[in-house]
């Protein structure tokens, strides 16, 4: 069985980066840093397996180094109880870099990047670059740890605008109303969340909380008159 029909029948879908860095060459090495959700070490290790067998199986990397950071439940806990029934998980692997896997999480933790796996590949070109090297290592992972950033932001932002329709659509008249009739179709904002244009999407959340206001104040003046 070849390594892609391996992962292809595996009970969960491949793993999917969100984000890939730019090439960093320098004296014939490259680096490339790609980042993962993972909210276990599992899903940690199958994302690096997945960047060794499936994506670089034609191109080994010389080194596929790793770190992954998760928030997981305390043994005994079941969430309800706040903050405090959670822990972080966090790891690393050099894969024969030397310090390099901690390089990788120093650089996750300053950017808070949590339920994520870096794995940051090296061609090895045949000159010793000394610790420079680290310095390559850092910066692929501080880009696709700050694409990440951004990609949570646009799905906390999207998420709040979904709640925020739903809200203005139970303030409107429904369908049994004269003007109205089906059911109310659903906003599609998968373009929005591909721009990442989170600018954008904060503007959209601030119109949306300025209907809900008009329409409740406009509810609560018909009210009063009624009354």
């Given at each position: 069985?070849?390594?892609?029909?391996?992962?292809?029948?595996?009970?969960?879908?491949?793993?999917?980066?969100?984000?890939t860095?730019?090439?960093?060459?320098?004296?014939?090495?490259?680096?490339?840093?790609?980042?993962?959700?993972?909210?276990?070490?599992q899903?940690?290790?199958?994302?690096?397996?997945?960047?060794?067998k499936?994506?670089?199986?034609?191109?080994?990397?010389?080194?596929?180094i790793?770190?992954?950071?998760?928030?997981v439940?305390?043994?005994?806990?079941?969430?309800?109880?706040?903050?405090?029934?959670?822990?972080?998980e966090?790891?690393?692997?050099?894969?024969?870099?030397?310090?390099a896997?901690?390089?990788?999480?120093?650089?996750?933790?300053?950017?808070?990047?949590?339920?994520?796996?870096?794995?940051?590949?090296?061609?090895?070109?045949?000159?010793?670059?000394?610790?420079?090297?680290?310095?390559?290592?850092?910066?692929?992972?501080?880009?696709?740890?700050?694409?990440?950033?951004?990609?949570?932001?646009?799905?906390?932002?999207?998420?709040?605008?979904?709640?925020?329709?739903?809200?203005?659509?139970?303030?409107?008249?429904?369908?049994?109303q004269?003007?109205?009739?089906?059911?109310?179709?659903?906003?599609?904002?998968?373009?929005?969340?591909?721009?990442?244009?989170?600018?954008?999407?904060?503007?959209?959340?601030?119109?949306?909380e300025?209907?809900?206001?008009?329409?409740?104040a406009l509810?609560?003046?018909a009210?009063?008159?009624?009354?």
């Open positions: 069985m070849s390594n892609l029909d391996a992962f292809v029948t595996h009970a969960l879908p491949l793993p999917e980066p969100l984000a860095s730019a090439e960093i060459e320098d004296r014939q090495s490259t680096f490339v840093a790609y980042i993962f959700r993972a909210s276990t070490a899903q940690a290790r199958a994302a690096h397996t997945h960047v060794r499936v994506l670089h199986a034609k191109r080994p990397a010389s080194h596929e790793m770190a992954w950071r998760c928030m439940l305390k043994e005994g806990r079941t969430g309800l109880g706040g903050d405090g029934d959670f822990k972080i966090e790891g690393s692997e050099d894969d024969n870099e030397q310090w896997g901690g390089h990788v999480l120093k650089v996750m933790r300053s950017e808070a990047a949590m339920d994520a796996v870096v794995v940051v590949s090296r061609w090895y070109g045949g000159i010793m670059l000394g610790p420079v090297r680290f310095t390559h290592i850092q910066d692929c992972t501080r880009e696709v740890c700050q694409a990440f950033r951004v990609e949570d932001e646009m799905q906390d932002c999207i998420s709040t605008l979904t709640s925020l329709d739903d809200i203005l659509a139970s303030l409107q008249p429904g369908p049994s004269p003007g109205r009739s089906g059911k109310r179709d659903k906003k599609d904002y998968k373009a929005l969340q591909e721009s990442l244009d989170v600018a954008k999407a904060k503007r959209l959340i601030s119109a949306r300025k209907a809900i206001n008009s329409v409740k509810i609560g003046e009210n009063a008159k009624r009354g």
